[in-house]
């Protein structure tokens, strides 16, 4: 099976760094998928986007992520974001609560959160 190195980092730490089988991000170009030998590819990420990540064991990771950027090469893609909440981090009720508020930067943040967990917005 032919596998990639993938590092997910943000600002305040690295969320995750491991060898992968698919990348999934949603740029400002739109959403792309990333296999292994993938051409060299630069994407900025949206504000308020997900990242899927899955491993070599078959097993999804995922984030919500707020700005930065993808890189990719044929064997690893570094995704540097300015801010990212991984999906088992992400506290639901406070992300539904922030959608009603009236920060549209706060409201996308937690639309983000919630779709990384798996909740529907």
Request: proline share 2%; hydrophobic share 45%.
């Amino acid at each position: 099976m032919a596998e990639m190195s993938v590092e997910l980092v943000a600002v305040e730490r690295r969320l995750w760094s491991g060898k992968a089988t698919f990348v999934v991000a949603q740029t400002t170009e739109g959403e792309i998928g990333i296999l292994p030998g993938h051409q060299p590819v630069l994407g900025q990420l949206i504000e308020g986007g997900i990242v899927k990540v899955t491993t070599t064991d078959g097993e999804p990771f995922i984030a919500a992520v707020h700005g930065g950027f993808l890189s990719c090469t044929g064997s690893a893609v570094s995704i540097l974001a300015e801010s990212a909440d991984l999906a088992d981090e992400v506290d639901v009720n406070a992300a539904k609560a922030a959608l009603s508020g009236e920060d549209e930067a706060e409201r996308t943040r937690a639309a983000a959160q919630l779709r990384a967990a798996g909740q529907s917005v």
